[in-house]
């Protein structure tokens, strides 16, 4: 007699717990080099502890911002309306997008910045932190892939730098919106690397190759890094420009502010990935410049692949 065995129709798969990998810029600089290019292949995105701008320059910052959010609503649309600089609120781009916050976009060169006012002085000075920062961690990104030093970094130092920085306000939860909402909606950063660095309130979520969101705890004390589209297309999709999102405030009654960095080239750089990250490979992106890049990206939504569209077919 044959007894039949009972199979269990529903399989419980465990979840995974995911560490976010979270590196201590003091550590060697082989080891940590090492440790970010894993990072950015997994994940496209790791915290860094230990990374050198003093408290002081970030609390300026915050206090600044939070000092310019808390203004009456006609005082901070006297800085213009986001086109794309500028005060925007709930608007995110010129395509339709919307989020539950209010924002501040500011280019970062230096004659943009003149430095006429408190506000300007701490901008100027927390910019040339983070983008000094940012410049370190791309050329730990090359001694990790043994290309030249500066392949990232010079985009980033160059004069004509592209960079941008980005405040964000998420208000406390009102009747007017609910736990759960959007703040900032799913994308991923045209750019070449994120510097982002929030207050002590959650909300920042990334997108995990098996498609589930997975939270980021805040920490005041650290910067998340992500890689940006175009150092997605320079190391031929070997790193992963990560989409993330903002969920609007997850605790009532607290504030959220993050502070973001957007790395980019000059307007006329060229991007292609190099022969020795191609190796024996093709190419799958077609070259372009940042100025292409920009235009294709502000022409369309915020949570279009932007990339697939420069893919060679
Ligand atoms: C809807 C849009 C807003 C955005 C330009 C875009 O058309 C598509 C990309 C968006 C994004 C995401 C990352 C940065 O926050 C940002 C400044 C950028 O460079 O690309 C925004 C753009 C924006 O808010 O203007
Ligand atoms: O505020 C955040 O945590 C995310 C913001 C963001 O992704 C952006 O400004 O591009
Ligand atoms: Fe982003």
Redesign the pocket.
């Given at each position: 007699m044959v007894v039949a065995t009972q199979v269990n129709p529903i399989r419980m798969e465990k979840i995974r717990e995911v560490d976010i990998p979270v590196i201590d810029l003091s550590c060697s600089r082989s080891k940590v080099a090492k440790l970010i290019v894993k990072a950015c292949e997994e994940y496209g995105f790791f915290k860094v502890i230990n990374h050198g701008i003093s408290h002081h320059i970030i609390k300026e910052m915050e206090d600044e911002s939070f000092e310019f959010f808390y203004k009456p609503l006609p005082e901070k649309e006297l800085v213009g309306s986001?086109n794309?600089f500028g005060y925007?609120s709930k608007n995110?781009?010129?395509?339709g997008?919307t989020g539950e916050l209010e924002?501040l976009?500011l280019p970062t060169n230096q004659n943009a910045i003149a430095q006429t006012s408190k506000f300007r002085c701490v901008v100027s000075s927390y910019v040339k932190s983070v983008r000094e920062l940012a410049c370190e961690i791309l050329e730990l990104i090359a001694k990790g892939l043994g290309v030249p030093h500066s392949l990232f970094s010079h985009l980033v130092r160059h004069f004509d730098s592209d960079s941008?920085l980005?405040l964000n306000h998420y208000p406390p939860v009102t009747h007017s919106f609910h736990h759960g909402d959007i703040g900032?909606g799913e994308?991923s950063?045209?750019?070449i690397i994120?510097l982002l660095r929030s207050n002590d309130a959650p909300g920042l979520q990334i997108s995990l190759r098996n498609g589930l969101w997975l939270p980021v705890s805040p920490d005041p004390h650290a910067f998340c890094v992500n890689i940006g589209d175009i150092l997605q297309a320079m190391t031929n999709g070997r790193f992963i420009s990560v989409r993330h999102r903002a969920m609007a405030n997850l605790l009532p009654n607290q504030s959220r502010l993050s502070m973001?960095f957007?790395g980019a080239p000059p307007p006329e750089a060229t991007i292609a990935c190099p022969p020795q990250l191609l190796k024996r490979n093709k190419p799958i992106y077609k070259t372009f410049t940042w100025s292409e890049y920009?235009s294709h990206?502000?022409?369309?939504?915020?949570g279009?692949t932007?990339l697939d569209h420069f893919k060679i077919t």
């Open positions: 986001a794309p925007g995110i781009g010129l395509s997008d924002y976009l941008l980005r900032f994308h950063d045209p750019q994120t973001v957007f920009k990206t502000y022409a369309h939504r915020l279009e932007r």
